[in-house]
């Protein structure tokens, strides 16, 4: 059954430092999405990305936040410069059309020192 | 307005009863109403979902009542065993958009 991938499964860094999630999406779906879901809390929407743009945003995605599908398979997340509040984990998830259903990825946890 | 409200925060029974979840929302434009379901250290996995065409929709020991006139809808699961045990999040996204908005999850744990 196609999946969802993601990498990393864990990654850790320093405040202030750029983060790249990458997302390998199921092959043949058109929407891409990123959530969070910081712990023991609810899942939340950040962005959604159809046809190489962004569609919606949530308030949480700022300037600091940024996506890229960078080629045919891939779609990834940028966090500019990272604060302690972005320690969350962080999935990606895609549909093949809109308003179906979202299939999600395992999950990255980021945790930021 | 955008918020769907989930209770109870956990739940526990034994194997064999009904594990029962409840939503509720405002926002009278959602329109799809997914169930997810997640195990530690997964992603979240679509369960079952429903349109408010319809009150009531079943797969397996999984059904979601909907009650569009309250705006609520909940999920039953019959016959509930401990494989059952996970986090269960109810959400909604509306027409004009892809975005589902989540209940803060339920915790159920099935003793056997």
């Known amino acids: 059954e196609p999946e969802v991938t993601q990498t990393p499964s864990h990654q850790v860094t320093q405040m202030g430092q750029e983060v790249i999630l990458r997302c390998v999406p199921i092959?043949?779906?058109?929407?891409f999405y990123w959530y969070r879901q910081i712990l023991g809390q609810k899942v939340e929407f950040l962005v959604s990305?159809?046809?190489?743009?962004?569609?919606?945003k949530s308030e949480i995605f700022d300037d600091q936040f940024s996506v890229e599908r960078p080629d045919g398979s891939n779609f990834t997340l940028k966090i500019r410069s990272t604060k302690l509040e972005d320690s969350a984990m962080y999935f990606c998830?895609?549909?093949?059309?809109?308003?179906?259903?979202?299939?999600f990825g395992p999950g990255t946890r980021l945790l930021v020192l | 307005q955008q918020q769907v409200k989930q209770s109870p925060q956990s739940l526990i029974v034994q194997k064999g009863g009904i594990s029962i979840i409840n939503c509720a929302y405002e926002n009278t434009a959602f329109d799809y109403f997914p169930w997810y379901q997640q195990f530690p250290g997964k992603g979240p996995a679509l369960l079952i979902a429903i349109r408010p065409d319809v009150s009531e929709k079943k797969e397996g020991r999984f059904t979601i009542s909907f009650n569009k006139s309250a705006k609520q809808f909940s999920l039953h699961i019959m016959d509930s065993q401990p494989g059952d045990s996970a986090t269960y999040f109810c959400?909604?996204?509306?027409?004009?958009?892809?975005?589902?908005?989540f209940g803060t999850g339920t915790r159920l744990q099935v003793f056997p």
């Open positions: 990305f159809y046809n190489n743009e962004i569609s919606e």
């Open positions: 998830a895609s549909s093949g059309y809109s308003q179906e259903t979202q299939y």
């Open positions: 092959s043949n779906h058109l929407y």
């Open positions: 959400a909604a996204s509306s027409y004009n958009t892809d975005k589902l908005i």
